[in-house]
């Protein structure tokens, strides 16, 4: 595959990904509240499958530009697999931008844990907003943590 | 310093193209050209073995430079 089928690819996927946001966000934007339950599970879901499918469709195309890449979105270990088919230059390019989303998460979380903080006393909106955000804040800082301490303790010969 | 390489002239030495290259060393296409772009400095690992494909010391193939910005 050479970049212009890259870039035809993208401009015939770009209109689908618009349009399904679209219906989502009509969905989500239309409908009456308060939600019916069975219509909140149904927007949950499709959501959850046009994500999948975006998904599948990123993977398919970097699929094709990388022969050597076989794992699949459907499998459950796809992630230790699609790691497995990096080489070294493409696994420090994911951590370099997984230490970049880390960071940025952080920052993220911090600030969304103060401002829920201060709604939850001003605003009486519950703690439950802060609490949430602080326990993905913990556990984005635990998972590093352990990792940090066994990779010191073993190098690279962790995989 | 900064590492240069001859992974160019050596992989045209070979006749071969940086998809080959690349299966033959274990690695990417786009890792074969990062290096030859001289964007990536290979493992240690990687660059014994593009020198064990291309039949060469390492040496023939990466070697340290002067960097020209820290000359002042």
């Known amino acids: 595959m050479n970049n212009d089928d890259v870039k ?10 618009i349009l399904l946001t679209l219906i989502s966000t009509v969905i989500g934007g239309v409908v009456e509240r308060p939600v019916p339950f069975i219509v909140a599970v149904a927007a949950f879901i499709a959501v959850m499958v046009e994500t999948m499918i975006i998904q599948q469709r990123c993977v398919d195309a970097v699929k094709r530009m990388n022969p050597e ?27 370099k931008c997984a230490y970049k989303a880390y960071a940025a998460a952080n920052t993220a979380c911090a600030v969304l844990a103060i401002i829920f903080a201060v709604c939850a006393l001003i605003f009486n909106t519950g703690v439950l907003p802060s609490f949430a955000v602080c326990v993905i804040w913990f556990v984005l800082q635990f998972i590093y943590y352990m990792e940090t301490i066994r990779y010191s303790k073993a190098g690279n010969r962790i995989s | 310093m900064v590492l240069r390489n001859r992974l160019k002239e050596r992989r045209a030495a070979l006749n071969v193209n940086q998809q080959e290259m690349g299966r033959l060393c274990g ?9 030859e772009r001289g ?22 193939i990466f070697y340290l430079q002067e960097d020209a910005g820290n000359e002042q």
Do not use: H
Not at chain 2, 46 to 55: D, F, H, N, Q
């Open chain 1, 8 to 17: 035809s690819a993208n401009r015939k996927a770009l209109p689908r990904f």
């Open chain 1, 69 to 95: 890449k076989t794992a699949s979105v459907y499998d459950v270990k796809f992630q230790r697999k699609w790691m497995d088919s990096c080489d070294e230059a493409e696994k420090i390019i994911v951590g």
């Open chain 2, 39 to 60: 964007d990536y400095s290979p493992s240690v690992m990687l660059a014994l073995t593009i020198a064990k494909v291309c039949g060469v010391a390492v040496e023939e």
């Open chain 2, 27 to 35: 690695v990417s296409r786009q890792t074969i050209s990062l290096i």
